[in-house]
C-alpha cells in the first residue's frame, strides 16, 4: 500500500507542479487492480486539496486511440474540478503539458444508474441532457513503454473537459453514427463516427457502469460522463483554435492563448 501512496503522489505532484519523480522501475508491474487503487489514492490526494469529483471519463475506447497507445482494452477515471471548464472560457497552452485534445459527447445523468446491464432504452431515459466537449490531455508517459498502468494511475492522462453551451437530448443523437470533425485553425484534421467508440457511446457508459458495479459504486444524478472520442489525441500549441463540429448536438470551440 505505501508504495502504490507513492506512484500517486508522483503523478499528483506532476498534475499540480508539472515535475515528476518516478516512484517505481517498471509501472507495468502493478496489476489492473493495483493500478485502479493506485488512481484512487491519486482521487484522494485531489480531493483532500478541495477538487471536487463531477463525473467519470472512459478512455481507449476507439480504434484510433488503441492503436496511437497501443492499448486493447479501455480505461476509466474521474473528472475532477477544477477540469470543468465552460465554453469560452479563456485558456492557456501553457497550463497544461504537451497539451492533446479528444471530442467528446458529454453526457449528463437525470437519475441513478443501478442496473448491471442497463438496455439501450434504460440508458437513453437516463440521459438529461448531452453536449459537445472537448477533452484535455497532459499527453505525457513518463516511463519508457506507454501502458494501461501508467494511463490508470494518472487518471487517462485527463487535465479538463471543455463542456459546449448547445444542449441536446438523448433522443436527438444517433449513438452508432452520429458523426464528429474537428478542425484546428480552420483545417479539418480528425473525424469519426459514434460506432468507432466502441460500438456507440452507450457501449462505453456500459462499460463503465459494469466496472463500476464490480466496485459497489453507481453513477448517479447529475453526474457527468465522457464516453470516449472517435479520433486519436490531435496536439495543440500557443495560438490554436479547436472546433469540433457533431452531426446533430452542434459544436464546441476554444482558443488557447
Excluded at 206 to 221: C, D, M, P, V, Y
Excluded at 231 to 255: M, N, Q, S, W, Y
Amino acid at each position: 500500500m505505501d508504495s502504490l501512496k507513492s506512484i500517486a503522489q508522483s503523478f499528483y505532484k506532476f498534475f499540480k507542479t508539472g515535475r515528476f519523480e518516478s516512484a517505481i522501475d517498471d509501472i507495468s508491474m502493478l496489476t489492473m487492480e493495483q493500478s485502479y487503487e493506485c488512481q484512487r489514492i491519486y482521487h484522494s490526494l485531489r480531493e483532500a486539496d478541495g477538487d471536487k469529483p463531477f463525473g467519470y471519463k472512459v478512455g481507449c475506447t476507439s480504434a484510433a486511440i488503441r492503436k496511437q497507445f497501443g492499448f486493447a482494452e479501455p480505461i476509466y477515471g474521474r473528472l475532477l474540478t477544477p477540469g470543468l471548464i465552460n465554453e469560452r472560457t479563456p485558456l492557456k497552452a501553457d497550463q497544461f503539458y504537451s497539451l492533446a485534445i479528444e471530442p467528446e459527447f458529454v453526457i449528463v445523468l437525470k437519475r441513478e444508474l443501478t442496473t448491471k446491464n442497463p438496455s439501450d432504452d434504460e440508458l437513453r431515459d437516463a440521459i438529461a441532457e448531452v453536449r459537445p466537449g472537448i477533452e484535455l490531455h497532459n499527453y505525457v508517459y513518463h516511463y519508457p513503454q506507454p501502458t494501461r498502468q501508467e494511463l490508470i494511475c494518472s487518471n487517462g492522462i485527463h487535465a479538463g473537459q471543455i463542456i459546449g453551451t448547445n444542449v441536446s437530448t438523448a433522443r436527438d443523437v444517433h449513438w452508432e453514427m452520429e458523426g464528429v470533425a474537428v478542425f484546428r485553425n480552420g483545417k479539418l484534421v480528425a473525424s469519426g463516427v459514434a460506432a468507432d467508440i466502441m460500438e456507440g457511446p452507450l457501449n462505453s457508459l456500459r462499460f463503465l457502469i459494469s466496472h463500476l458495479n464490480a466496485q459497489g459504486e453507481t453513477l448517479k444524478a447529475g453526474e457527468m460522463v465522457i464516453p470516449g472520442s472517435a479520433t486519436a489525441l490531435i496536439p495543440v500549441g500557443r495560438g490554436d483554435e479547436i472546433t469540433c463540429r457533431f452531426t446533430h448536438i452542434g459544436e464546441v470551440t476554444a482558443k488557447f492563448e
